[in-house]
């Protein structure tokens, strides 16, 4: 009897510790999400299907990941017009298996003709329309997206594949088309103000006003020639051939400002990749002309000092801390970030541990700061001075995490006349007003003011983490201004504090908080009212309505080598591995 009631007991203890451990388990994996996607070799987290299995395809062929990552950002170009794109700029950060790292600087610059109040009219209003930072003509910095494909493609490159083999995919799909999603149909249709003001936006994406719909085959033969161009001459042909040609004429046409010598003249750049930690996993992230990576260390720094695990993910405390962590860190954006090769950008001041806590300091556990009080920090001086992101691992583990952009859905809404190319409005990210609200309602200073040759200050933040061992653990970034960097800060939180997957941790909800407006977004369905309430207890207000922080795309590889892949449920995309 006695054994009998022992092996009850015994086995009672084991089903509560089975019970126990996949309660544990479930916690850890976040089963409410959904699973990434597996590969056992390589895999790619892009915002389309198709550019997706065109990276992989590259692959398999024996290109690595920058040759896929080339690859799938001329796919998007062509498939994810709205925000992929070869008239645009971004950044790519590459770590080799070796454990080297690369960042590459192809964000757009500013043209000769552009100076510091171009945007604002004789009373200091800024313009708004035809002549405006956002849209039109003016509206563009001169693209830097193939100049930095082909700085990758010689020095990254396996070598091994040819650049017409890379631009190919991406020109078949212009020439031959693809079926129109219904999201791309309706995006079309949201624009079509935008749009149906440039004669080549109206009749390549509109079709003159006979709107696209779902499952129509949807073809760019002007954009196809353009490629074709590019394919047989090399990058350089956007820069000082036909293409450059017509861009700078479309510009001249229509007061724009870009001309041929400012196509000539641009330059991607190579930049020391940024390094921090968080709770001792190294970080690589993008340095300015970028701000994100700055932003992500110096929240990240911030919350090191706090239990940040013990207050799980979607409590009020954690929301807090993160909020005032980022309204303190944006601050510090308006202050001191600008492109480095013209304003003093005091970036080792700004991420150092001990700046954080004199920074965290001021943080209040129970009480929301006032932006207005919160201004930006004192850092050591006379120290030397919509957007889509994807991410590549290739088999022999060197990953490519790249953020490019177009700045807002469709750029500056111009198609170049005969290229089919949409061109950026890029110039919005230059403080127009320096102190006053861009098109993100974000405010930046004096060291982002426009200047020729400069390049506006951004939000990328196309990041890898390390585990402690120094072996790749997940690279990520995302699309989406200056939430990108709440994005991308928040999933570098959840995965190291909360133990989530990469998924869950991409798709779990987040918030944004950007000093001005004084606003602390939150997504739709993304808090209990709950949690609003005591929030709301702590002082903090609220974006009119509650909007989508961003979406973002990352690969983790977990400890057996498998590539683990994820796009954000918020967006489009999908993760193809083999
Ligand atoms: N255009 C958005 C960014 O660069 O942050």
Request: without cysteine.
């Amino acid at each position: 009897m006695k054994i009998l009631q022992l092996r009850r007991f015994v086995s009672t203890i084991l089903v509560l510790a089975i019970v126990f451990t996949s309660f544990v388990g479930t916690q850890r994996v976040s089963a409410a999400w959904p699973e990434p996607v597996r590969g056992r070799h390589a895999m790619v987290a892009s915002q389309h299907e198709l550019a997706s299995r065109i990276g992989a395809e590259i692959m398999k062929k024996g290109g690595n990941a920058v040759d896929a990552a080339i690859a799938v950002g001329l796919a998007l170009a062509v498939v994810y017009p709205e925000a992929g794109n070869i008239g645009g700029g971004g950044f790519m950060l590459i770590r080799k298996a070796d454990g080297s790292s690369y960042a590459l600087d192809y964000r757009e610059m500013a043209p000769a003709a552009a100076s510091r109040d171009i945007f604002v009219d004789k009373d200091g209003k800024l313009i708004n329309g035809e002549g405006s930072s956002t849209i039109g003509y003016r509206a563009s910095g001169v693209p830097g997206t193939l100049a930095g494909f082909d700085l990758a493609f010689k020095k990254y490159g396996s070598g091994k594949i040819r650049w017409r083999d890379l631009v190919e995919p991406a020109r078949a799909l212009a020439q031959n088309g693809y079926v129109l999603s219904n999201r791309l149909a309706q995006l079309l249709k949201a624009y079509k103000d935008n749009l149906g003001k440039y004669a080549d936006s109206k009749r390549i994406f509109l079709r003159d006003g006979d709107l696209y719909k779902e499952g129509e085959i949807f073809r760019q033969p002007d954009l196809a020639a353009t490629l074709a161009r590019i394919q047989t001459v090399g990058a350089s042909e956007f820069y000082n051939g036909k293409t450059a040609q017509l861009i700078a004429a479309d510009m001249k046409a229509n007061n724009g400002l870009i001309t041929l010598d400012d196509l000539k003249n641009y330059k991607a750049k190579e930049r020391k990749p940024l390094t921090g930690s968080y709770r001792g996993y190294p970080i690589i992230t993008m340095p300015p002309p970028s701000s994100g990576g700055i932003v992500m260390l110096q929240v990240l720094n911030m919350l090191e000092g706090f239990d940040v695990r013990s207050m799980q993910y979607n409590s009020a405390a954690r929301y807090h801390l993160v909020a005032e962590a980022m309204r303190r860190a944006f601050a510090d954006r308006a202050e001191f970030m600008g492109d480095p090769d013209f304003a003093n950008v005091p970036t080792a001041s700004l991420i150092a541990k001990d700046y954080a806590k004199s920074r965290a300091a001021s943080i209040d556990p129970k009480r929301a700061s006032d932006s207005k009080e919160i201004g930006h920090g004192v850092v050591a001086s006379g120290e030397p001075m919509e957007t889509t992101h994807y991410t590549v691992v290739d088999p022999q583990g060197t990953v490519v995490t790249n953020t490019y952009t177009i700045n807002d859905l469709y750029g500056s809404a111009v198609t170049a006349k005969g290229t089919g190319v949409l061109l950026n409005d890029e110039m919005d990210d230059f403080a127009a007003r320096p102190g006053k609200p861009n098109m993100f309602g974000l405010i930046q200073g004096e060291r982002n003011s426009v200047q020729p040759g400069k390049r506006p200050l951004s939000s990328m933040t196309p990041t890898i983490v390390l585990r402690k061992d120094g072996s790749l653990w997940f690279a990520l970034g995302a699309r989406g201004g200056p939430r990108i960097i709440s994005a991308v800060t928040q999933s570098v939180i959840n995965v190291i504090d909360h133990d989530m997957n990469i998924q869950a941790a991409i798709d779990a909800p987040r918030i944004h908080h950007q000093w001005f407006p004084d606003e602390l977004m939150y997504e739709p369905f993304g808090m209990s009212p709950d949690t609003l309430a005591v929030l709301t207890s702590y002082g903090h207000k609220y974006s009119a309505r509650p909007g989508y922080v961003a979406s973002a795309t990352g690969i983790m590889i977990d400890t057996e080598g498998v590539r683990l892949g994820a796009i954000d449920s918020r967006s489009d995309g999908m993760a193809v591995g083999y």
